[in-house]
T-cell receptor
Framework: AQSVSQHNHHVILSEAASLELGCNYS??????LFWYVQYPGQHLQLLLK??????LVKGIKGFEAEFIKSKFSFNLRKPSVQWSDTAEYFC???????????FGTGTRLLVSP | GAGVSQSPSNKVTEKGKDVELRCDPI?????LYWYRQSLGQGLEFLIY????????KSGLPSDRFSAERTGGSVSTLTIQRTQQEDSAVYLC??????????????FGPGTRLLVL
């Protein structure tokens, strides 16, 4: 069965600090990878996605993620976080032949001003 | 354009009662998904509809859960004889046709269900 692991459940950073959130998945075939974000009181929004091609993908608000197939990882990065990045971040994977998304348990990020 | 909408936004019910949750997908999206977000369980897939194909019900946790999609648009998720462990946020998502293509799912605001 597919699974997604997000190792950091809670992260606290100061503004301007760099961010890296880990995401690992277990599936040996072709996958699509996603990062969704849920800001306080808002619904899930797509941050970025990887379908194929360049393994370094750029998303909204200065976020990027790198797909490393050999490590089954899709870590999310941002060089300098802002207070407005306070949110919960979810990594998700979809594999060939399946339409459902399998989500990680999420990482709550708190950015202090 | 409007996004995915869900109603009600909040629902409080008593244990043993039936509830219906509604989802209006983005216009033109042929694929519709239901997920559940609960404490300790994260986001779990429940059911998926694609056009006129038979739905993928593999994520429904019990036979108390059912869903239908009328006219290829609006969907209703029904939970019969609700239990306290059904308390969660129920999320709906939609995407354009998936016939072999990789499509992004867009999520609605969810229905927060509390079973007393």
């Amino acid at each position: 069965a597919q699974s997604v692991s997000q190792h950091n459940h809670h992260v606290i950073l100061s503004e301007a600090a760099s961010l890296e959130l880990g995401c690992n998945y277990s599936y040996g075939g072709t996958v699509n990878l996603f990062w969704y974000v849920q800001y306080p009181g808002q619904h899930l929004q797509l941050l970025l996605k990887y379908f194929s091609g360049d393994p370094l993908v750029k998303g909204i608000k200065g976020f990027e993620a790198e797909f490393i197939k050999s490590k089954f990882s899709f870590n999310l990065r941002k060089p300098s976080v802002q207070w407005s990045d306070t949110a919960e971040y979810f990594c998700a994977v979809r594999s060939t032949g399946f339409q459902k998304l399998v989500f990680g348990t999420g990482t709550r990020l708190l950015v202090s001003p | 354009g409007a996004g995915v909408s869900q109603s009600p936004s909040n629902k409080v019910t008593e244990k043993g009662k039936d509830v219906e949750l509604r989802c209006d997908p983005i216009s033109g999206h042929t694929a519709l998904y239901w997920y559940r977000q609960s404490l300790g369980q994260g986001l779990e897939f429940l059911i998926y509809f694609q056009g006129n194909s038979a739905p993928d019900k593999s994520g429904l946790p019990s036979d108390r859960f059912s869903a239908e999609r009328t006219g290829g648009s609006v969907s209703t998720l029904t939970i019969q004889r609700t239990q306290q462990e059904d308390s969660a946020v129920y999320l709906c998502a939609s995407s354009t046709t998936t016939s072999g293509a990789w499509e992004t799912q867009y999520f609605g605001p969810g229905t927060r269900l509390l079973v007393l």
